[in-house]
């Protein structure tokens, strides 16, 4: 068996070489990641080695295939027996030196391949057809299986494409780092470990009172009004915080009996201000309260001019804290197009609610990567105070493997 190392810069690249030199009844033995180049550390280049394999009596058969005469060739026989008479095959070559040639009877000759290529042949079979199926498709070879159940629970998780092919790539590289030999179990862990240090850049957890003012915007619809009666309630009830409300949403009468409701039920005062001359009179109110929450209108996300009001409402400048309000049952690009609208302010942190509505959370990590924003609450239900995390990037992790 010819056994030649290949390195390319991509898995079909390598494999292009492959066919060129050894033909299309290759196999691949073993691939992995390796780095290439580079100075004093720096600027190493990422390539595709590549172990590949030809049987050379395949080979030799289907070279003999293509030289085969067209015409027929009379066998050359020597005179047998009755008791010796076997059936004889055509000589290998028209060029081939007959002149002391023997006739080879068919069964000698299978059983001689046979014995050179014992169960080797059997047991490479397998990885020929993947070969060939994965050049016919022009991609990559299977990864192995703990890694490919790993690809699988990110799909599932509706974990962008761009984000997955980076999060499986690492894998790989640690897979072939470890020998290989590596339990689907501890391959979970890595998967977990990668989630975790790429979130390690950004903030999470809920209000930490260094701002006075705690401001929720979003698109309508997402349950920012319930979502600031159990911030509010958290404030009261666990931190005995002195909480006041304000209300820009002057748009529904509802969403100002809703949270006169639940003001009334915590004891805590409100202010409905319609512009930023009420606003202004609002905070002057409110100057010896700890922390003040302000609930704004909920309109529709793709009139600009929605952010542009608000600012005429409220003073985002004055010690404030901005959270943008999203629910995770709402589609990815419409998450990124409301955050575009809606980062003409300064947002901190995201909440992200209606986490019990849903089975899938790949759009929150699409969202913290792309805008670099950590999460400051995820709500899980419609009960006050209750339904309400203050997450930690661990628990921003298990909510993006679905892990309960």
Request: proline letters at 4%; glycine letters at 4%.
């Amino acid at each position: 068996m010819k056994v030649k190392k290949y390195v390319a810069p991509t898995m079909p690249e390598a494999m292009k070489q492959i066919r060129a030199e050894l033909g299309t009844d290759a196999v691949i033995l073993n691939s992995k990641i390796v780095t290439t180049g580079g100075f004093l550390g720096f600027f190493k280049k990422e390539s595709i080695e590549v172990i590949a394999a030809m049987d050379e009596v395949v080979q030799a058969e289907r070279r003999m295939q293509f030289e085969q005469p067209k015409v027929k060739v009379k066998p050359i026989v020597k005179p047998l027996t009755t008791t010796e008479e076997k059936e004889v095959v055509p000589a290998p070559t028209r060029n081939a030196d007959m002149s002391n040639a023997t006739p080879i009877p068919k069964e000698a000759n299978q059983k001689g391949t046979k014995e050179r290529d014992g169960d080797m042949l059997a047991e490479i079979a397998g990885l020929k057809k993947m070969l060939l199926a994965a050049t016919e498709k022009q991609t990559d070879l299977p990864l192995p299986e703990p890694i490919q159940k790993c690809g699988q629970r990110l799909l599932d998780q509706e974990v962008p494409k761009e984000m997955r092919d980076e999060l499986i790539s690492s894998l790989l590289q640690k897979w072939y780092s470890n020998g290989t030999g590596v339990s689907e179990r501890e391959v979970n862990k890595w998967l977990r470990q990668e989630l975790y240090d790429r979130l390690s850049t950004l903030s999470f957890g809920g209000i930490s009172f260094t701002k006075k003012y705690i401001n929720l915007v979003g698109p309508t619809g997402v349950g920012k009004t319930t979502t600031l009666a159990k911030i509010a309630a958290e404030c009261t009830l666990k931190y005995k915080k002195k909480v006041a409300l304000i209300t820009t949403d002057t748009y529904r009468i509802a969403a100002i009996d809703q949270l006169k409701t639940y003001a009334k039920i915590l004891n805590v005062p409100l202010e409905v201000c319609y512009s930023l001359e009420d606003y202004k009179q609002a905070c002057e109110a409110f100057k010896d309260y700890d922390i003040v929450l302000i609930d704004t209108a909920g309109r529709n996300f793709r009139n600009q001019q929605y952010v542009e009001d608000l600012k005429k409402i409220v003073d985002f400048e004055q010690d404030m804290e901005t959270y943008l309000v999203l629910a995770l049952t709402a589609k990815q690009r419409d998450m990124m197009d409301i955050y575009e609208q809606f980062s003409l302010i300064k947002i901190n942190k995201f909440i992200f609610t209606k986490a019990d509505e849903t089975s899938t959370y790949g759009a929150m990590l699409h969202m913290m990567k792309t805008s670099h924003l950590g999460v400051a609450y995820i709500t899980n239900g419609q009960n006050v105070p209750d339904d309400m995390i203050s997450v930690n990037r661990e628990q921003v992790t298990n909510f993006i493997l679905g892990v309960e």
